[in-house]
C-alpha cells in the first residue's frame, strides 16, 4: 500500500504564503503525475496543479501566477508554494498521486487526507 502524509497547511492573512509538501511512501515502483486539488465547503473538489514525471505542469486559471507545483522525484514528494492567497483559496486541499506498485501492473491512484488552508483576516 502508499501512504500519502500532507503538510503545510494553516491560517494565514490574505496577501500571505503557504507551502504545501505531500510524501508518498511504501512499496511505490514508479510514480507518474502528482497534483494538489481543493474542496471548499458545498462545493465540488476541483484540480488546482499537476505535474508529470518528466515535470509539465498544469494549473487551474484561478491559481495561475500565484501558486506554483514542484516535485522532488528523489524523495517522493510534491509541493504547492502558494503565494498572494486570497479568501477564496480557503478549503481543504487534496494531494494526489499516480503510481505502480511493480513494472507490469496498472495505474493506481491514491488520496491524501487533505490539509486546511484558511485564508482570513
Known amino acids: 500500500q502508499v501512504q500519502l502524509v500532507e503538510s503545510g497547511g494553516g491560517l494565514v492573512q490574505p496577501g500571505g504564503s503557504l507551502r504545501l509538501s505531500c510524501a508518498a511512501s511504501?512499496?511505490?515502483?514508479?510514480?507518474?503525475?502528482m497534483g494538489w486539488y481543493r474542496q471548499a465547503p458545498g462545493k465540488r473538489r476541483e484540480l488546482v496543479a499537476m505535474i508529470t514525471s518528466s515535470g509539465n505542469t498544469n494549473s487551474a486559471d484561478s491559481v495561475k501566477g500565484r501558486f506554483t507545483i514542484s516535485r522532488d522525484n528523489a524523495k517522493n514528494t510534491v509541493y504547492l508554494q502558494m503565494n498572494s492567497l486570497k479568501p477564496e483559496d480557503t478549503a481543504l486541499y487534496y494531494c494526489?498521486?499516480?503510481?505502480?506498485?511493480?513494472?507490469?501492473?496498472?495505474?493506481?491512484?491514491?488520496w491524501g487526507q487533505g490539509t486546511q488552508v484558511t485564508v482570513s483576516s
Open positions: 511504501g512499496s511505490i515502483f514508479s510514480i507518474y503525475d
Open positions: 494526489y498521486v499516480e503510481y505502480t506498485l511493480g513494472h507490469y501492473s496498472d495505474r493506481k491512484g491514491s
